[in-house]
Structures are given as structure tokens and as C-alpha cells.
């Protein structure tokens, strides 16, 4: 890194370069110029401003990307979202903030799973107290998968809080409290009254997303459930009806034409063990816009094997698959999302900007961020991340700032 202050008088500009650029679908050479945190177009601060940049950063060749999203993210390094005590809430949530960035993520929303309704009240009072600071992800707010599931397909969940008899707003409020800092819900759209509650949400909540998931529902609920407004699948393939040539399930929603104009999304882990390679390539080529990758890590992400937990349930890891002690039933993951875009990148032989699309640019586009987040557009945040030609991380930037280096990596030196 070479440091060069200027004569030029104005804020502290930085100018990533010789590197690769991840950029409208492509992978280009080119810069990346940033100052407060935002990435800059340079021929407006040369020609305006007549500035050069005061710190030049050679990036020797690596691909410089948008920062990776992982919208499900049940815990991670030991921490689980769904057993968090009363005044540690937000002291976990930025454990897991600053343990992220070594693996590129700079942007996840905490994932709760069905948990005793006092247990919404006391981790949903709302994220105001969580510091801005550089040195850690972004939370862009809470993953709510659950109660309102299906007891068929709960899959880890706890059954003894499973809502699946009935769904109405005050349902919702009733059990969530507060829907604040709440960005995604997930239910089965098969339980009575579900259609109208994703209407209200739409209409009264339209930052909430509604997300489609451990469900029973057949084709045609799943698709009017989508026209209803949900606009996301959750972890296609898991915890729903198996795909059948005649009666698709909500795998069919990959190909539908009748779900309305909408985008639709299908969030899937690309861990390796829970969808196939060649399920990977059937959901890519049906729908590659859509695809979203997830990690739905567990809190024995990043810890060695043995037994966990998740929520009230006990969870044994070994040699990376997750299952319900003393089942075959799989809990979530240990992945990683670097892994994930390497996964998904080798399992449908897409393109590399394809792949890291999957992680930023799709979920940035479903909670409606594509404008500051998922893109290197000028005036998007400057959460980057840095990969060689393996997609293995090098370093993670954000709001400007290097904040983690692959050590003896790249641009160590």
C-alpha cells in the first residue's frame, strides 16, 4: 500500500487499482475510487475538484467485488440468534459482526428460528443500541423463520411453538411484538388466513419481506402466494414437498409463469450437502436472476465438531453436516459464505461475476439496497471484498476501510 498525501485540500481519498472489477454482470480491469465511505467517480473528482487520490492501493491482480449478504444466518463462532440472553443481545450480534469480514460478508441479517413468543419480545426492542463502526458487517435487520411453519416440514425447528393453525396480522403482532428492525419473514403460505397477512404486510410493513418456507403448500398456493407479495423461497429444496413431474411443489415456482411481474428470489445453501450439484445447475439455468445464496450457518460455524445448539434444539456437527442429535434431520449448515460462491461457481460452471451476483447483488436487490449495497456503482457503500482467481478471500473493506487481511495473503506485504 502506498501512501501519498496531495497538496489538493478536501477529504481523504483512497484508489484501489490494478485490479478486477465486478461490474454489470462482468468482470473488467479497472479502479475503484472511494472517499467517506462511498465509492466515487473519478473523473468527477479530477476534472471537478482537480484532486488526486491520497492513498493508492495495488491490488495486484485480485477481483475486487461488492461485499457479500447472507440474509440467513442463525449464529456463527459460538453464538446462537434464537438463545440470546437479555443484555447481551447486541454484545453477540457484534461478535458475529466482526468474525464475518474474514470470510466477506459485509452485510447479514440475524436469523431467529421458532422460538416461545417472550423470546421475540426480549431480542426484538429494536437494534438502535448497535454502534456504527468499521471494523465489523453491517446488520441489516432480523430473519424472523418461524413460528408460523409447518409442523410437516419444520425440520429443526422446535415443535412445541410451531403456529401453524391459523395467521392473521394480529397473530403476527402478537407473537413478533415489534416488526422494527425486521427485514424478512418466513411462513408457510398454506395456513389459514396466510394469503391476507402477506397482503398486510405488503401494504402496512412493505420493508418486511415476505419469504415462502418450511411449507406443505402445493404449486398453485406457493404461486399465490407469490402474487400475494412475497417475493422470496426459503432455502429452495429444504423443508418442502420434493419436486414430482406432475405435481411440482413449490420447486415448481423456479419456472412459473403465473406468479405476476414481480421478481421472485430462491434462496439455496450451496454448502455441498444440502442441494446436489445437479440441483444447483437445474435451479441456476431456470432461473440464474433469482438465486440467492444463504449460508443458514449455525452457531458451531467456525467451531470444532461436536455437540451445539440451535434455539432449544441440541445439534451435532460432524465432519461438517449438522443434524438433530440423534437424527438424520439436517439443522442448517457450518458453511461459510466464501465457500458457498466457490460451491455454487464449480456446481453450475456460471460465470465468476454470476456467482458473486448471487451474493451480493440478488439479496441487495430484494430488500430493495441495490442502490447503496451489492453493486460498485458509484454511490454505493464501499464494502468490498477481495478474491483471487479461486474466489478465496484476501481482504475485506468497509465503509472504505480494510478491515480484515487473509494473513500472509496478497496484500499483506
Same mark, same amino acid.
Given at each position: 500500500?502506498?501512501?501519498?498525501?496531495?497538496?489538493?485540500?478536501?477529504?481523504?481519498?483512497?484508489?484501489?487499482?490494478?485490479?478486477?472489477?465486478?461490474?454489470?454482470?462482468?468482470?473488467?480491469?479497472?479502479?475503484?475510487?472511494?472517499?467517506?465511505?462511498?465509492?466515487?467517480?473519478?473523473?468527477?473528482?479530477?476534472?471537478?475538484?482537480?484532486?488526486?487520490?491520497?492513498?493508492?492501493?495495488?491490488?495486484?491482480?485480485?477481483?475486487?467485488?461488492?461485499?457479500?449478504?447472507?440474509?440467513?444466518?442463525?449464529?456463527?463462532?459460538?453464538?446462537?440468534?434464537?438463545?440470546?440472553?437479555?443484555?447481551?443481545?447486541?454484545?453477540?450480534?457484534?461478535?458475529?459482526?466482526?468474525?464475518?469480514?474474514?470470510?466477506?460478508?459485509?452485510?447479514?441479517?440475524?436469523?431467529?428460528?421458532?422460538? *416461545?413468543?417472550?423470546?421475540?419480545?426480549?431480542?426484538?426492542?429494536?437494534?438502535?443500541?448497535?454502534?456504527?463502526?468499521?471494523?465489523?458487517?453491517?446488520?441489516?435487520?432480523?430473519?424472523?423463520?418461524?413460528?408460523?411453519?409447518?409442523?410437516?416440514?419444520?425440520?429443526?425447528?422446535?415443535?412445541?411453538?410451531?403456529?401453524?393453525?391459523?395467521?392473521?396480522?394480529?397473530?403476527?403482532?402478537?407473537?413478533?411484538?415489534?416488526?422494527?428492525?425486521?427485514?424478512?419473514?418466513?411462513?408457510?403460505?398454506?395456513?389459514?388466513?396466510?394469503?391476507?397477512?402477506?397482503?398486510?404486510?405488503?401494504?402496512?410493513?412493505?420493508?418486511?419481506?415476505?419469504?415462502?418456507?418450511?411449507?406443505?403448500?402445493?404449486?398453485?398456493?406457493?404461486?399465490?402466494?407469490?402474487?400475494?407479495?412475497?417475493?422470496?423461497?426459503?432455502?429452495?429444496?429444504?423443508?418442502?414437498? *420434493?419436486?414430482?413431474?406432475?405435481? *411440482?411443489?413449490?420447486?415448481?415456482?423456479?419456472?412459473?409463469?403465473?406468479?405476476?411481474?414481480?421478481?421472485?428470489?430462491?434462496?439455496?445453501?450451496?454448502?455441498?450437502?444440502?442441494?446436489?450439484?445437479?440441483?444447483?445447475?437445474?435451479?441456476?439455468?431456470?432461473?440464474?436472476?433469482?438465486?440467492?445464496?444463504?449460508? $443458514?450457518?449455525?452457531?458451531?460455524?467456525?467451531?470444532?465438531?461436536?455437540?451445539?445448539?440451535?434455539?432449544?434444539?441440541?445439534?451435532?456437527?460432524?465432519?461438517?453436516?449438522?443434524?438433530?442429535?440423534?437424527? $438424520?434431520?439436517?439443522?442448517?449448515?457450518?458453511?461459510?459464505?466464501?465457500?458457498?460462491?466457490?460451491?455454487?461457481?464449480?456446481?453450475?460452471?456460471?460465470?465468476?461475476?454470476?456467482?458473486?451476483?448471487?451474493?451480493?447483488?440478488? *439479496?441487495?436487490?430484494?430488500?430493495?439496497?441495490?442502490?447503496?449495497?451489492?453493486?460498485?456503482?458509484?454511490?454505493?457503500?464501499? $464494502?468490498?471484498?477481495?478474491?483471487?482467481?479461486?474466489?478465496?478471500?484476501?481482504?475485506?473493506?468497509?465503509?472504505?476501510?480494510?478491515?480484515?487481511?487473509?494473513?500472509?495473503?496478497?496484500?499483506?506485504?
Amino acid at each position: 500500500i502506498n501512501k501519498k498525501t496531495m497538496t489538493a485540500t478536501g477529504v481523504s481519498v483512497a484508489r484501489y487499482t490494478n485490479c478486477k472489477v465486478v461490474c454489470h454482470g462482468d468482470v473488467l480491469p479497472g479502479d475503484v475510487w472511494v472517499r467517506e465511505g462511498k465509492i466515487i467517480n473519478p473523473t468527477d473528482l479530477f476534472y471537478g475538484e482537480k484532486k488526486l487520490p491520497d492513498t493508492v492501493v495495488d491490488c495486484r491482480g485480485l477481483i475486487v467485488a461488492p461485499g457479500f449478504i447472507d440474509i440467513q444466518i442463525n449464529g456463527a463462532f459460538g453464538v446462537d440468534f434464537s438463545s440470546l440472553q437479555e443484555g447481551s443481545v447486541l454484545e453477540c450480534i457484534e461478535k458475529v459482526a466482526r468474525g464475518l469480514i474474514a470470510y466477506g460478508v459485509t452485510s447479514f441479517c440475524p436469523t431467529i428460528v421458532t422460538s *416461545p413468543p417472550d423470546y421475540y419480545k426480549t431480542v426484538l426492542k429494536g437494534l438502535s443500541g448497535l454502534q456504527k463502526g468499521k471494523n465489523r458487517a453491517n446488520v441489516l435487520g432480523f430473519h424472523l423463520e418461524g413460528p408460523f411453519i409447518s409442523m410437516e416440514k419444520k425440520g429443526a425447528h422446535n415443535r412445541d411453538y410451531v403456529l401453524y393453525k391459523e395467521l392473521s396480522p394480529s397473530a403476527i403482532l402478537s407473537c413478533y411484538h415489534s416488526l422494527q428492525d425486521v427485514c424478512i419473514i418466513t411462513l408457510a403460505p398454506e395456513i389459514p388466513g396466510a394469503m391476507e397477512t402477506i397482503r398486510w404486510l405488503k401494504e402496512e410493513h412493505s420493508d418486511v419481506i415476505v419469504s415462502l418456507g418450511h411449507s406443505s403448500a402445493h404449486l398453485g398456493v406457493a404461486e399465490e402466494g407469490i402474487r400475494s407479495g412475497a417475493k422470496l423461497v426459503t432455502h429452495m429444496f429444504n423443508a418442502m414437498l *420434493p419436486f414430482h413431474h406432475r405435481y *411440482p411443489g413449490m420447486v415448481g415456482l423456479l419456472a412459473s409463469l403465473a406468479i405476476g411481474p414481480g421478481p421472485a428470489y430462491f434462496s439455496l445453501i450451496t454448502d455441498g450437502i444440502h442441494a446436489h450439484e445437479t440441483v444447483q445447475r437445474i435451479a441456476f439455468k431456470a432461473n440464474p436472476q433469482g438465486i440467492i445464496l444463504i449460508t $443458514d450457518a449455525l452457531p458451531a460455524t467456525g467451531l470444532p465438531d461436536g455437540i451445539h445448539v440451535l434455539g432449544l434444539m441440541t445439534v451435532t456437527v460432524k465432519g461438517g453436516v449438522a443434524t438433530i442429535t440423534g437424527t $438424520d434431520t439436517l439443522a442448517g449448515s457450518v458453511v461459510t459464505m466464501d465457500i458457498c460462491v466457490k460451491e455454487f461457481k464449480k456446481a453450475t460452471d456460471c460465470t465468476l461475476a454470476q456467482a458473486i451476483e448471487a451474493a451480493t447483488l440478488h *439479496p441487495a436487490q430484494l430488500l430493495g439496497l441495490e442502490g447503496t449495497k451489492g453493486t460498485l456503482n458509484y454511490g454505493a457503500d464501499a $464494502d468490498l471484498v477481495f478474491l483471487d482467481e479461486s474466489l478465496t478471500v484476501q481482504a475485506t473493506c468497509v465503509a472504505g476501510d480494510i478491515v480484515w487481511k487473509a494473513p500472509g495473503g496478497v496484500l499483506c506485504s
